[in-house]
């Protein structure tokens, strides 16, 4: 993939994080985010690794929102948050990139397909029992996603403290501003 390429697809994700969070009942544009600046500016620094938690957060939300709905017989949030929830899916879907893993990306793609087959069948049958099917596997994969981060940041955080800092022959630091 091209660095091009990846740089647009970040902006798509970073963008779609943006309408996820802040789209809640009518559109809103990126200029008029200032009483979310906290928010707004926690997704533009975010790494791909933090914004591919937030879309988690995401989905598990919405989808809790849709199983509430449901119990509460309230058909247009049902809709909205389920409908919301499985367009956080299909994003985390297209997010794969098979060209790193392609096995696991398959293997990935499966468990989205049958996270959003689960949402789809809970929104047109009213069905509790999809959707905690569809929040177990999400908040497994979530649950995992930290796990996999904890361990990336440790192993960063060994991997800085391995490395000495440049010092001249007399014990000096080499590079002065």
């Known amino acids: 993939m091209s660095i091009e390429r990846g740089y647009r697809r970040r902006q798509s994700s970073r963008n779609y994080v943006f309408r996820t969070f802040f789209a809640a009942d009518r559109p809103i ?53 389920l409908s919301r929830a499985q367009r956080i899916v299909l994003e985390m879907e297209a997010g ?10 398959d293997q990935m793609a499966a468990l989205y397909n049958f996270v959003y087959r689960k949402l789809v069948s809970a929104n047109v049958r009213r069905d509790v029992g999809d959707i905690d099917d569809a929040l177990q596997i999400l908040r497994h994969q979530r649950e995992t996603w930290v796990m996999l981060l904890d361990k990336v940041s440790q192993e960063r955080a060994a991997r800085s403290s391995d490395t000495p800092s440049p010092q001249s022959a007399d014990g000096g630091v080499a590079f002065e501003g």
Do not use: W
């Not at 938690?53 to 598990?60: E, K, P, T, Y």
């Not at 919405?62 to 247009?76: M, W």
């Not at 794969?96 to 990306?105: G, I």
């Open 29 to 81: 544009e990126m200029g008029t985010l200032a009483p979310h600046s906290y928010l707004r500016n926690a997704i533009l620094q975010a790494t791909p690794e933090q914004l591919q938690l937030m879309l988690f957060d995401g989905a598990i939300r919405h989808a809790t929102k849709g199983r509430e709905a449901i119990e509460k017989r309230d058909f247009e949030q049902i809709y909205e948050s």
């Open 96 to 105: 794969l990139r098979p060209d790193v893993n392609a096995e696991l990306c």
